[in-house]
Structure formats: C-alpha cells, structure tokens
C-alpha cells in the first residue's frame, strides 16, 4: 500500500514539474489583456515598391517592370510621389538623387518632374517611401510596479541586415514582412500616463535581426503605476518615423489591407507578464482624388437704361449689349450721356484684364479719321482732350467743361473693385480718358482688373459725347472693342 501511495505521488510531482516547466519563464497565470487597446497610424498608406524596367539619364521618363516585385503597376503612385530609384542592394539612392512624380503615363511609366541625373539600375528598385507615427494607447488592468516595464513589439522583415536600413520592406507573407526602423532610437519614442505619475524611462530600442522583432523597453523608474491608468506610447516623431511596408509579394489584393500585429506587454521586476494585448494595424493603398476643374472665363457686356444713375451722372439713351445710339444730336455744347455695364467671372488664379480700344474716331459716314488729332474739318468727332490740362488714352483728367468737345469714357465700380480709375478718383467731378485709337496706332487700355478670381464683378463704362455747333451734320459711328484675358 505505501508503495502505490509513492508511485502516485511520484507521477504527481513529475506531472507538475513538466506542467510548470512548459510555461515561458516570462508567463504569468492571472495576466489579462488591456482594455481600450489601440495602435493608430499617423499614415496608413502602404510603401511603393516596383522594380525598374528602363530610365535613362537626361530623360525624365521611368518605366517599371509588370512583374516580379511587391508592386507591378503604377496604380498606387501618384503625382509629388518622392520617388528613390536604388541598385539590386538597395544601397541608396542613385546619385544621392530623389525625384517627384510628375505625372503617371501608364499603368508601367511615369515622368519624374525633373530629368535623371544618372542612368537606372534595371535590377534596382524605384521606392515610394511612405512612413508613420505610431500612437499606442491601453488602460492597465493590473498596477505596474516601481520595477517593471512596458514591452513593444514590432514586425520586421525576416531578412537579414534589412530591418533597419531606412527602405520600406516586403515579403511573401505578412508573417515575414514589417516595419523598417529607420534608425529610429530612444529620443524618438514618448510615453505619457493618465491615472499615475509619468516616471517612465524609454531603456531600448533594438532592430529585429531577420528572426526578431524590433522591440522597445519602457522601465518604471519610482513608483508603481496604478491599474485602470491610461498609457500612450508614442513611436515616432518629426524625425523619425517607423517605414510603412510595402505590399507583401505573394497575395495581396489592391485595396484589401496588409493587417500586421503589434504587441505589447506590461511586467513586473522579474519580467513576469502582467497584461498584454495584440494590436492590429492594417496599412493599405491609399486613394487618389482627382479631378480637372475646368478653366473658365465670361464676359457680359449688357445695356444700361436711361435715367439711370452712372459715374456720378445720369444717362439719357438706352444703350444696348451692342449699340450706345446717342441719336439724333440737337444739343450742341452739352454733355450727353450713357453706359453699359461690364461684367467677369474667371477662377484664373492670376486673375484676368480687360482692355479697351475703339478702331478709329468718330467719323461721318465711317470715314477713316486719320490720326489722332482729326476733328471737324475732316467730318469727325474727335476724341476728348477733357479739360485744358488735357487727357489721353493713357492719362485722364477731370471733364467738366462743355467748352471742349469729343468722346470719352470713365468708369464706376458696381461690384468688386476692379475699375482701373474711377470718375471720382482725385476730387473729380467725371475723370475721363480717351478710348486707344486703332487707327492711331495707340495701345488698347486696362479698364477693369484683377490678381485673382473674380465672381461677377461688374464696372459701369460710362460714355460721355459732346458736340459743337459747327460739327458738319451727318451719321457718324466707330467701334469700340472689349478686350478680356484670364492668366491660369
């Protein structure tokens, strides 16, 4: 009877010492997982990497193999893309040179925004790097104690010498692909505590080795920190960031996330594990948005009604889109009076100017007037001078006087500030100018502008004719020309 009593007690204790040899030195039985366990990416796009088909110095184009590499097509590449075009090794750019993505050509070319400095490697590789800032978030569910530490895990490629060297990284499975570390070190990565004091010091930060993972060691240095406190660790700043894989090289869909794990643990002294989750992370092809928004420009010349209040005067004819029909003149040594108004839309970032010029002065039946200075003896009315002081195509001045006679024109804001002077500008009563003389030779002048888009504005181009006593009777008529130019 004792000796059964023995061979049971015997297998007993062997039975526990195997039991409790089998669990990881690290294990503890009551460790649970965090509540409220979160990784988020500052970036989820996944790196691009293709291989090189042709590229050739002086030229900008690039065009990319279709098969054999983590990416075989240009869908995931877009316009300002910094691209990085390495040899078979991976051994830097070429040239020390990185490049924007001008535009994408086809499905296997691209232009970069300026010409290659070097000829590319064909057994190289054109990267798109794309990195991120990870934010690790959790609530204890067991107190941390003055001696323990918080351990973060996380994916690198299971190659040998290349988990670290600033390249995004690709496999044929997730379970052998991750994050590049990009040199990133202890200054790099945060930590912050909501529920206990912050008395956290960031002890490591190891590169994966092609059968590790990198990991980073978080030491409790006073004080336990109490369970239910909130813990984020931040991996990543504005200098250094973990690289984003690229897409694993067997089995991944455009569009379906790349998902990968990252652990974390929580331990006491001894590196008993108190809590633990897995957080997943997926990194996935971003989206381009695109559209071409069309360049516009309008321009409305409409017709004012008499009686209507203008550049400080009130018209007397109705004018037309088409037509200022002053009439039949009778009121010799009177100003007569009349408008249109102007109107531009444009969303020309540069914005736009109109000019105006009229083919030749008034003349009897159309008759060329030749030169600027031809008036009634030659059976036209001839452009204003304005007042004595004298105004041009160019310069204006204040016409008050009916003693001086002719065409001219001022302008008004109605919408906008886009007039190039203004009837009032200065004290005056009706600053005017002539209208730029084809005929002449005279330049077409600015009558409305603007250095950016514009929605409607709208001038008043208002017409002034006055007319002497000896002016030859007769029809007289020229034609003014509106002139409008966006700048995109």
């Known amino acids: 009877m004792m000796k059964k009593i023995f061979v049971s007690f ?49 030229s900008s184009l690039v065009t990319i193999p279709a098969t054999g590499n983590a990416d075989n097509d240009t869908n995931h590449l877009f316009p300002n893309d910094t691209v990085c075009f390495t040899d078979a090794g991976m051994n830097g750019c070429i040239g020390s040179t990185t490049y924007n993505v001008a535009n994408i050509i086809s499905t296997t070319s691209f232009n970069v925004n ?40 996380i994916p690198a490629v299971k190659t040998a010498g290349k988990t670290n060297d600033g390249f995004p990284d ?47 060691l978080i030491n409790r240095s006073t004080t336990s920190c109490a369970a239910s406190s909130v813990i984020t660790v931040t991996v990543g700043d504005v200098n250094k960031q973990l690289i984003n894989p690229a897409p694993i090289s067997t089995g991944h869909t455009q569009g379906v996330a790349d998902v990968y794990t990252i652990n974390v643990q929580t331990r006491d002294g001894s590196n008993n594990v108190l809590d633990q989750s897995d957080m997943k992370v997926a990194v996935i092809e971003s989206v381009l948005v695109s559209a071409t928004v069309q360049e516009t420009l309008s321009m409305t010349v409409a017709g004012v009604a008499s009686t209507t209040s203008a550049c400080g005067q009130t018209t007397g004819v109705t004018t037309t889109a088409t037509s200022v029909p002053w009439g039949t003149v009778s009121n010799f040594g009177s100003f007569q009076q009349a408008a249109q108004t102007v109107t531009i839309s444009t969303n020309a ?64 804001n109605i919408s906008g500030t886009d007039a190039a002077f203004l009837y009032n500008e200065s004290a005056r009563t009706f600053s005017s100018k002539q209208f730029a003389d084809q005929e002449a030779s005279e330049t077409k002048q600015t009558i409305m502008s603007k250095a950016g888009p514009a929605a409607s504005d709208q001038v008043y181009l208002c017409y002034r004719l006055n007319v002497s006593s000896t002016q030859p009777a007769g029809y007289y008529f020229n034609k003014v020309r509106y002139t409008a130019t966006a700048t995109f």
């Open 170 to 216: 690709t496999a044929s499975s997730i379970a052998n692909n991750g994050f590049d570390l990009n040199g990133l070190g202890t200054t790099n990565v945060s930590i912050a505590s909501t529920g206990c004091t912050n008395n956290w010091t960031v002890a490591s930060v190891t590169a994966g080795n092609g059968s590790t993972n990198h990991t980073i």
């Open 114 to 153: 300026t010409p290659l400095t070097n000829n590319l490697d064909t057994s190289g590789f054109t990267i798109a790097t794309q990195s991120a800032i990870h934010t690790i978030s959790f609530t204890l569910v067991n107190a941390v104690p003055s001696n323990g530490n918080i351990l973060v895990t």
């Open 10 to 58: 015997f297998v007993c204790l062997i039975f526990s010492l195997i039991f409790f040899k089998i669990l990881p030195e690290n294990s503890k039985l009551d460790s649970a997982s965090f509540t409220n366990a979160s990784d988020t990416l500052s970036n989820s796009r996944l790196s691009y990497r293709a291989g090189v088909a042709s590229g050739t110095s002086g």
């Open 349 to 412: 970032a540069s914005g736009y100017t109109v000019k105006v010029d009229e083919n030749d002065q008034m003349g009897k039946d159309g008759k060329v007037c030749t030169g600027d200075a031809a008036g009634e003896a030659q059976n036209c009315i001839q452009d204003t001078t304005c007042n004595a002081t004298g105004c041009t195509e160019v310069t204006s001045q204040d016409w008050t006087s009916t003693s001086y006679y002719g065409l001219g024109y001022s302008l008004a």
